[in-house]
């Protein structure tokens, strides 16, 4: 989804921008000068040796080289809103200032979001995102369950039970025990594969109301099914979700508005991150895997 930035330009967001980047000029031009330059960035090699540290920590590996870009990109984001919640003040009376400013700002930003949604947003929302919100075929069947070790010849078992059942022999008076429910009612592929497995849940999910048909495999053994009921996918209409689809709108809307305005602050700030060799990286793994030993 992209944003509209006509409609964009109506929206309290836009105000803040302008609040900050006065703030941000207003504080460029009565600084010190000779306090550090605050729209410039160093991300040092102690801070990415720290960085890498930290990750190693948690995941008891080294990042690769794409981790640790993630890493030291999130680091300079941190930065970033840390810095501007500092100068508008937001650090006062709170003691856990780094991470903290970054948390108030994001959620000042969050509350700049309107919730008022047009329909029409949504709808086109809903269209463009139909895999979150698409309802799954539904089925009914029955089983009859055939296990593996009770069967010399289980092809040869399951063939001769078709016959029987499709000449209507009862379905409860044939096949083995199992702990799988004989009847399933309007369940979809997502249920069949909690229950025995997504290769069986595939192959189920192909049928159509009609004879007994199989045998279909679980990781338990095989089964004979006759499906007499199903439900095709489908889109809802957004009357029937819209609540849903509007909390998903939002949370995407939300966080592009929240790297929008990252982006305009970031281009206020030269960053800089220093060069670190392989050796330098691997030595600051050796000594964390130490550490954890």
Avoid: C
């Avoid at 720290?50 to 030291?72: H, I």
């Avoid at 309107?114 to 329909?119: I, L, M, N, R």
């Avoid at 209507?168 to 199992?178: E, K, M, Q």
């Avoid at 199989?214 to 089964?223: D, K, M, N, Q």
């Amino acid at each position: 989804m992209k944003l509209n930035f006509n409609k964009l330009v109506h929206e309290p967001l836009v105000h803040f921008l302008l609040i900050g980047a006065a703030i941000f000029v207003f504080y460029g031009l009565t600084r010190d000068v000779a306090s550090e330059a605050p729209n410039r960035i160093v991300v040092t090699q102690g801070q990415q040796e720290q960085l890498v540290a930290n990750f190693n920590r948690t995941w008891l590996r080294p990042p690769s080289k794409d981790e640790l870009a993630g890493l030291v990109d999130n680091y300079v984001r941190e930065e970033v809103f840390y810095r501007e919640a500092m100068a508008m003040g937001l650090d006062q009376d709170d003691p856990m200032v780094r991470r903290r400013m970054r948390m108030k700002l994001e959620f000042i930003l969050e509350d700049l979001s309107s919730e008022t949604v047009a329909d029409a947003d949504l709808v086109a929302f809903l269209q463009k995102h139909p895999e979150k919100f698409r309802a799954e075929t539904q089925l009914s069947f029955q089983q009859v369950y055939l296990d593996p070790k009770k069967r010399m010849d289980i092809e040869a078992d399951a063939k001769e039970l078709l016959t029987r059942l499709n000449n209507g022999v009862a379905a409860d008076s044939v096949g083995d025990s199992t702990l799988s429910p004989y009847e399933y009612k309007l369940v979809t592929q997502s249920d069949i594969k909690r229950s025995l497995g997504e290769g069986f849940a595939i192959e189920v999910n192909k049928l159509s109301p009609g004879d007994w048909t199989g045998p279909i495999y679980s990781a338990y053994g095989a089964h004979l099914l006759k499906v007499s009921e199903r439900i095709e996918a489908r889109l809802p209409e957004l009357a029937e979700i819209r609540d849903l689809v509007k909390r998903e709108y939002l949370v995407v809307l939300k966080q592009q508005q929240k790297d929008f305005v990252y982006k305009k602050l970031r281009d206020n700030y030269e960053v800089t991150v220093e060069p670190v060799s392989r050796a330098q990286v691997l030595e600051s793994n050796l000594l964390s895997a130490a550490q954890v030993d």
